[in-house]
Protein backbone atom coordinates (compact mmCIF):
# COMPACT_ATOMS: atom_id res chain seq x y z
CA UNK A 1 0.00 0.00 0.00
CA UNK A 2 1.18 3.39 -0.80
CA UNK A 3 0.51 6.52 0.98
CA UNK A 4 -0.25 9.62 -0.28
CA UNK A 5 1.69 12.14 1.58
CA UNK A 6 0.23 15.03 0.21
CA UNK A 7 -3.01 13.85 1.39
CA UNK A 8 -1.51 13.75 5.15
CA UNK A 9 -1.14 16.26 7.87
CA UNK A 10 0.24 16.36 11.12
CA UNK A 11 -1.02 18.01 14.20
CA UNK A 12 0.16 17.67 18.01
CA UNK A 13 -2.60 17.02 20.18
CA UNK A 14 -1.78 18.20 24.08
CA UNK A 15 -3.31 19.58 26.96
CA UNK A 16 -0.63 22.51 27.51
CA UNK A 17 -0.25 25.44 25.39
CA UNK A 18 3.36 25.69 25.42
CA UNK A 19 3.66 21.78 24.17
CA UNK A 20 0.96 23.00 21.27
CA UNK A 21 3.10 24.92 19.61
CA UNK A 22 5.96 22.34 18.85
CA UNK A 23 6.65 22.30 15.37
CA UNK A 24 6.67 18.56 14.05
CA UNK A 25 8.98 17.49 11.23
CA UNK A 26 7.68 13.99 10.49
CA UNK A 27 8.57 12.23 7.35
CA UNK A 28 7.07 9.30 5.38
CA UNK A 29 9.58 7.61 2.65
CA UNK A 30 11.53 10.74 3.17
CA UNK A 31 8.89 13.19 2.64
CA UNK A 32 8.22 16.07 4.87
CA UNK A 33 4.09 15.96 6.02
CA UNK A 34 2.55 19.41 6.39
CA UNK A 35 1.65 20.81 10.10
CA UNK A 36 -1.77 21.51 10.24
CA UNK A 37 -3.20 23.55 13.51
CA UNK A 38 -6.95 22.52 12.82
CA UNK A 39 -7.28 19.34 10.71
CA UNK A 40 -11.22 18.15 9.41
CA UNK A 41 -11.89 14.24 9.27
CA UNK A 42 -15.05 13.13 8.67
CA UNK A 43 -16.94 16.42 8.58
CA UNK A 44 -15.26 17.27 12.53
CA UNK A 45 -12.76 20.06 13.12
CA UNK A 46 -9.89 19.33 15.85
CA UNK A 47 -7.71 21.10 17.47
CA UNK A 48 -4.62 21.09 18.96
CA UNK A 49 -5.55 21.27 22.52
CA UNK A 50 -8.90 19.63 21.96
CA UNK A 51 -10.90 22.40 22.95
CA UNK A 52 -13.01 22.22 19.60
CA UNK A 53 -13.37 25.79 19.25
CA UNK A 54 -13.43 25.69 15.47
CA UNK A 55 -16.50 23.14 15.48
CA UNK A 56 -18.45 24.74 17.56
CA UNK A 57 -18.22 28.28 15.77
CA UNK A 58 -19.13 26.01 12.60
CA UNK A 59 -22.01 24.50 13.81
CA UNK A 60 -23.36 28.25 14.88
CA UNK A 61 -23.19 29.59 11.76
CA UNK A 62 -25.15 26.68 10.24
CA UNK A 63 -27.94 26.61 12.93
CA UNK A 64 -30.46 29.72 11.13
CA UNK A 65 -30.05 27.06 8.20
CA UNK A 66 -31.06 23.85 10.33
CA UNK A 67 -33.57 25.92 12.01
CA UNK A 68 -35.24 27.12 8.78
CA UNK A 69 -35.10 23.13 7.25
CA UNK A 70 -36.47 21.88 10.92
CA UNK A 71 -39.70 24.75 10.24
CA UNK A 72 -40.08 23.61 7.00
CA UNK A 73 -41.25 19.95 7.79
CA UNK A 74 -43.87 18.85 10.17
CA UNK A 75 -44.87 15.34 11.69
CA UNK A 76 -48.59 16.01 9.61
CA UNK A 77 -47.90 18.91 7.06
CA UNK A 78 -44.59 20.28 5.37
CA UNK A 79 -42.58 19.51 2.68
CA UNK A 80 -41.90 15.68 1.39
CA UNK A 81 -38.14 14.25 2.31
CA UNK A 82 -37.05 14.84 -1.51
CA UNK A 83 -38.11 18.50 -0.91
CA UNK A 84 -36.24 19.05 2.03
CA UNK A 85 -33.46 17.21 0.66
CA UNK A 86 -33.34 19.77 -2.08
CA UNK A 87 -33.10 22.52 0.24
CA UNK A 88 -30.52 21.03 1.98
CA UNK A 89 -28.27 20.40 -0.70
CA UNK A 90 -28.93 24.07 -1.75
Do not use: H
Amino acid sequence: MTINVDKCKAINFTMWSVEANWSLNLTINGQPLKYCKSPTSLGLTFDRQFTFKQQVARIKKIEPRLNTLRSLKGKSWGCAKEDLRLFYIT
